[in-house]
């Protein structure tokens, strides 16, 4: 690369934003951090802005913002100390703050390693900039991939994948011309309930549904993965990614999880992308791209892998992998809703209010008495998330009575 790439990381605390900055410190002459955000983990905000030069920092819950009433400086705890800060780091907090840092015209790569809703904000500001949004948060393309796409044809934005099964997809795509292409087929892991007898699943406690057997992930995507909502979250990503529909995108399940995904192609090949699971891989190929990648991250040979193994994905198991694509049948606001629901019961189920086979209640009740509309906007597709998590919440507090 000719100068070193100006980078924001949206979420740098988890796992995605601390890969990519591994990936920063693999090779350090080839990006520029400029700005990082947390929810509120202020301790490794600090520790990372110091240590990565990062020049402005916002933290997405604003309670947390120094300049917020009853931040540290009114006697609150868990606040940020300006004075953790290296000198002249500006400190900004919400959505406004993450939207700023976003749409920064110095900026080359946003990265959108957000979790949940609050990545749509800041990725429609990134591609109205004109950025290269590199994207792991799902649910901006499952909310509003109508919107995001089409703006990014306006301003030039490129979107790309940092999600393993697409960004095997997107490679797998480049030089392929589009009639070639039948469909696509995204690989599952099966998630850390993947050997749980079914008559069991819906009894399963936190603990095992956070050990996931190949990933290491946040919980909210870990639990996800065990209910295969995250699967279906995908293939909604995928029709608006490389706009294919629906019924173009299967998924099997391959416990191995070193296939990441393939294209099927209309003479009956498959062109597959393998790599051992690490996500420093698809995250490198994001912030580098167009360009090569300068670091290896290789890992087992073939060899060493043994037998790969592939079977079809028992949708009667995972009743939450059929709502998210009964949402993305029924269109417009409808995804945005089962993504909040589900949002509001994984938070349940992690602080025990619900119990694990709730998680499937909780989104087709919603889905059934939340109204969907058209997601022509930024605001409409808000306020089909703010009716759909009242509507969970309540459901919530009914199911933990």
Known sequence: MPKARRIVILGSTGSIGTGALSVVEAAPDDFDVVALTALRNTELLAEQATRFGASRVALGDPLASPNHPGGRAAGGAGRIDPADMPDGVEIL??????????????????INALVGASGLGPALAA???????????????????????????VTGSELVPIDSEHSAVFRCLRGVRSEEVAGITLTASGGPLRDTPDSELARANVEDVLRHPTWE???KVTVDSATMFNKGLEVLEAHWLFGLELDRIDVVVHRESVV??????????????LGDPDMKIPIQYA?????????????RTLAEVGALHFAPLDESRYPCFGLALEAGRRGGTAPAIVATADECAVEAFVTRRLPFGG???????TLERTPSGAAESLEAIQAAEREAAAVASELVRELDT
Do not use: C, Q, W
Not at 359 to 365: G, H, K, N, Q, S
């Open 93 to 110: 907090s919400g959505a406004d703050g993450l939207e700023a840092l976003a749409s920064d015209p110095s900026v080359d790569v946003v």
């Open 359 to 365: 998680i499937a209640d909780v989104i087709e009740r």
């Open 217 to 219: 992930m946040g919980a």
């Open 260 to 273: 990441h995904s393939l294209v099927r192609l209309r003479d009956g090949s498959l062109l597959a992308h």
């Open 127 to 153: 591609v109205r900039a004109g950025h290269l949004l590199a994207i792991a948060n799902k649910e901006s393309l499952v909310a509003a991939g109508e919107l995001l796409t089409a703006l990014a044809t």
């Open 287 to 299: 912030m580098y791209y167009p360009d090569p990648p300068t670091v290896s991250f290789a890992g």
